[in-house]
C-alpha cells in the first residue's frame, strides 16, 4: 500500500516562499495522479493543485495560479510543491494525495499523508 509523508512547511513571512515535499513509498509516484490540498482550521479541505505525471500536466486552484509550482523527482520518488508570494490566507495545514485520475475533489483520492503546516505571518 502506498505511503505519503509531508514535510518541510514552516513559518514565513508575508512574500515569502516555502516548499513541501510528498515522499512516497510502496509505490512509485507515476504510478498515481497526485495532488495537493490544505485544510485550515474551521474550514474544508481545498484543492491546491494535482499532476498527472505520464503528460506533466498540471492543475492549479484559481487561488494559488501564478504563485504555486508542483513537480517530482522520479529518482527520489517525491513530489514538490513550491510556493511563492505566500499571503496569511496561504496559512493551513498542507496534504499530499494519491489518486487514479487528476481532480480538484478530495474524495477522488484514495491516499493521503498526514500534512504538514504552513504558516505566513503578516
Known amino acids: 500500500q502506498v505511503h505519503l509523508v509531508e514535510s518541510g512547511g514552516g513559518s514565513v513571512q508575508a512574500g515569502g516562499s516555502l516548499s513541501v515535499s510528498c515522499a512516497v513509498s510502496g509505490g512509485t509516484i507515476t504510478d498515481y495522479y497526485m495532488g495537493w490540498f490544505r485544510q485550515a482550521p474551521g474550514k474544508e479541505r481545498e484543492f491546491v493543485a494535482a499532476v498527472a505525471w505520464n503528460n506533466y500536466r498540471t492543475v492549479y486552484s484559481d487561488s494559488v495560479k501564478g504563485r504555486f509550482t508542483v513537480s517530482g523527482d522520479n529518482a527520489k520518488n517525491t513530489m514538490y510543491l513550491q510556493m511563492n508570494s505566500l499571503s496569511p490566507e496561504d496559512t493551513a495545514v498542507y496534504l499530499c494525495?494519491?489518486?487514479?485520475?487528476?481532480?480538484?475533489?478530495?474524495?477522488?483520492?484514495?491516499?493521503w499523508g498526514q500534512g504538514t503546516q504552513v504558516t505566513v505571518s503578516s
Open positions: 494525495a494519491a489518486g487514479v485520475m487528476t481532480s480538484d475533489r478530495p474524495n477522488v483520492y484514495g491516499f
